[in-house]
């Protein structure tokens, strides 16, 4: 579960909001000093995480915009020294995460429309009035020091997820210095970069945002893929921070769908929520989760803990393997037949997940062929489940 909350969320209109309308730091500054989400429950959170069947919550601990959602020495310019709130939900969050068995992954923006010394300025931040000086090395510093913090305080992270780099892409970002911190602090966090482009050394994993690995619709996406482990991050609607006049929510059926082509590509699916500025989740986000989660009760084997199949992905659907045990997930399939290229062995049992009815089939040195029962229309997902023997 993704998670995109900060000061931002108060005006409705996105993460982008400050750059999108040119808000000055000074007036900006007055929005965050208003920020006041009484309302924030990390249990209800994090609960509403585990019905969904949620393993990892990756939350905004610093945006664009440049607040910290968190404690920090490092600038007043945050949730406990700056708002009303005078609490860390990012403390809270992460005690509550530990409680309930979820690994929790913290966004950490590179890029600040805030930070004076975030200079020279990059492709973005041009209309926030701040001086027309600043010193790099200062604000790498002040960065790092954060990111000590984030790996300190808050028990064992995840990961870190970076983002922000495209708008200084020439830049010195002294990035070994930041990943050896990271490696050093918590050897078992992953970072995982958003820079959209291919993994570079210190990188643990691979993200494509709002795309399948190697897909590009967005437009920003490297087609590279790596040998790191991989995620898809994907907003709900078509918003990333709360945006109150955005319905486009994706149904629960296509978000499913989604879900398991990530898994087919190999990859792990970050499904975005953006809360509301009092600290509650929308209801249309809440509803998509547990109906994900009620499907991953069923049919959870045929997505934990499996790599991508050995039939790469059709449009048919896609294939996910544990063991000796193939997955097949029929996604967009009219009829009963449905022909494939052998699954890396001989097929001994063809089973229904979840009814665990008998599947019919037969192969060749060519092909497998499946007798699949008749589809229900509501269904996101047929999963037939094959052993394969000889892998
Ligand atoms: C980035 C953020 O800007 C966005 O707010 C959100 O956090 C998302 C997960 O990641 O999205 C981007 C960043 C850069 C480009 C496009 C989307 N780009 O360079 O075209």
């Not at 319905?247 to 970050?270: E, M, P, Q, W």
Request: glycine share 10%; charged share 20%.
């Amino acid at each position: 579960m993704f998670i995109h909350w900060g000061v931002y969320s108060q005006l409705g209109a996105g993460e982008w909001v400050m750059e999108q309308r040119g808000i000055p730091v000074p007036t900006y500054e007055w929005l965050a000093s208003a920020f006041n989400p009484v309302k924030f429950d990390a249990h209800e959170w994090v609960s509403l995480a585990k019905s969904a069947g949620v393993r990892y919550i990756t939350i905004t601990a610093r945006h664009h915009d440049g607040f910290s959602m968190f404690a920090t020495k490092a600038t007043p310019y945050n949730i406990v020294d700056w708002t009303p709130l005078k609490r860390d939900p990012l403390k809270e969050l992460a005690d509550e995460c530990t409680r309930q068995g979820i690994k929790l992954f913290f966004y950490y923006s590179q890029l600040d429309w805030h930070h004076p010394d975030y200079w020279p300025r990059g492709r973005t931040g041009l209309k926030t009035a701040r001086g027309e000086s600043g010193d790099w090395n200062r604000y790498l510093d002040f960065l790092n020091a954060q990111l000590t913090e984030l790996l300190t305080n808050y028990g064992p992270v995840g990961g870190i997820w970076f983002d922000g780099m495209w708008d200084k892409p020439n830049a010195d970002w002294q990035l070994s210095r930041t990943y050896a911190l990271i490696h050093r602090l918590q050897p078992s966090a992953l970072i995982v970069p958003n820079h959209h482009k291919a993994p570079l050394p210190g990188e643990d994993a691979q993200t494509f945002e709002q795309d399948l690995p190697g897909a590009n619709t967005a437009g920003f996406n490297t087609s590279e893929i790596g040998s790191l482990p991989l995620e898809t991050s994907l907003t709900m609607n078509n918003s990333w921070g709360f945006n109150i006049t955005d319905r486009s929510f994706k149904s629960t059926h296509d978000l499913i769908g989604t879900l398991v082509r990530a898994a087919g590509h190999g990859a792990n699916l970050l499904l975005n929520i953006g809360p509301r500025p009092d600290g509650t989740i929308q209801p249309e986000a809440a509803e998509r989760l547990r109906e994900i989660g009620l499907w991953l009760t069923t049919y959870g084997a045929s997505i934990y803990g499996t790599r991508a199949g050995p039939v790469a992905p059709r449009d048919w659907g896609v294939t996910t393997r544990r063991g000796d045990t193939v997955f097949v997930h029929v996604l967009k399939w009219p009829d009963r037949l449905l022909s494939m290229p052998v699954p890396g062995g001989r097929v001994t049992h063809a089973w229904i997940l979840g009814s665990g009815e008998h599947v019919a089939f037969t192969q060749n040195a060519d092909a497998l062929t499946l007798t699949l029962p008749v589809a229900e229309p509501s269904a996101p997902d047929r999963v037939v489940a094959l052993i394969v023997s000889g892998r």
